[in-house]
Antibody
Framework: EVQLVESGGGLVQPGGSLRLSCAASGFTLSSSWVHWVRQAPGKGLVWVSR????????RYADSVKGRFSISRDNAKNMLYLQMNSLRAEDTAVYYC??????????WGKGTTVTVSS | EIVLTQSPATLSLSPGERATLSCRAS??????LAWYQQKPGQAPRLLIY???NRATGIPARFSGSGSGTDFTLTISSLEPEDFAVYYCQQRSNWPRTFGQGTKVEIK
């Protein structure tokens, strides 16, 4: 079964850091781009970041640029999101999403990040 | 940044009725538009990609149309499991952007 499983979420104080992980199974992660998308409580979907197949190209939303860093380890079939200088407005469920030729066709169940003192 | 505006915000319909959801882009996105369905407590599910292509396993009652700045998602006859929130997303430009969502609720 093709699936993505996120982990690493939790409660962190403002200014703190977290690293999210996303494990892929049932397919080879290197065959696709991967995105992180987040959703604040009761709100809509917001695109956060994307990494291409080999990790040579990354993109970020302006709201996280300079604070978040996306990376991947294709040998381990893993994707990561390093989040630094966290703010209350980063509180959300974070989804890992496979992008196969323009279709964001596989979504993980999400991991919850709460930034609060 | 391309802004996607979805209308209406809420659509109140009965099972068996036709649902028509709109997504308008602030500039042309060609046909690089997708639709997602999200139910409470669940991750979004891809319905339509590149404006009119149904994703794998999506029933034929879901169809997408449009190009440029105006797009439509049509559900030909609502089933009970179709009551959910629907989002459009463009992949024409960075950053990728989503619409604010349309909630389809039971009348």
């Amino acid at each position: 079964e093709v699936q993505l499983v996120e982990s690493g979420g939790g409660l962190v104080q403002p200014g703190g850091s977290l690293r999210l992980s996303c494990a892929a199974s049932g397919f080879t992660l290197s065959s696709s781009w991967v995105h992180w998308v987040r959703q604040a409580p009761g709100k809509g979907l917001v695109w956060v970041s994307r990494i291409n197949n080999d990790g040579s190209d990354t993109r970020y939303a302006d709201s996280v640029k300079g604070r978040f860093s996306i990376s991947r380890d294709n040998a381990k079939n893993m994707l990561y999101l390093q989040m630094n200088s966290l703010r209350a407005e980063d509180t959300a469920v974070y989804y890992c999403v496979r992008d196969l030729g323009g279709a964001a066709d596989v979504w993980g169940k999400g991991t919850t990040v709460t930034v609060s003192s | 940044e391309i802004v996607l505006t979805q209308s209406p915000a809420t659509l109140s319909l009965s099972p068996g009725e036709r649902a028509t959801l709109s997504c308008r882009a602030s500039q042309s996105v060609s046909t690089y538009l997708a639709w997602y369905q999200q139910k409470p407590g669940q991750a979004p599910r891809l319905l339509i990609y590149d404006a009119s292509n149904r994703a794998t396993g999506i029933p034929a009652r879901f169809s997408g149309s449009g190009s440029g700045t105006d797009f439509t998602l049509t559900i030909s006859s609502l089933e009970p499991e179709d009551f959910a929130v629907y989002y459009c997303q463009q992949r024409s430009n960075w950053p990728r952007t989503f619409g604010q969502g349309t909630k389809v609720e039971i009348k």
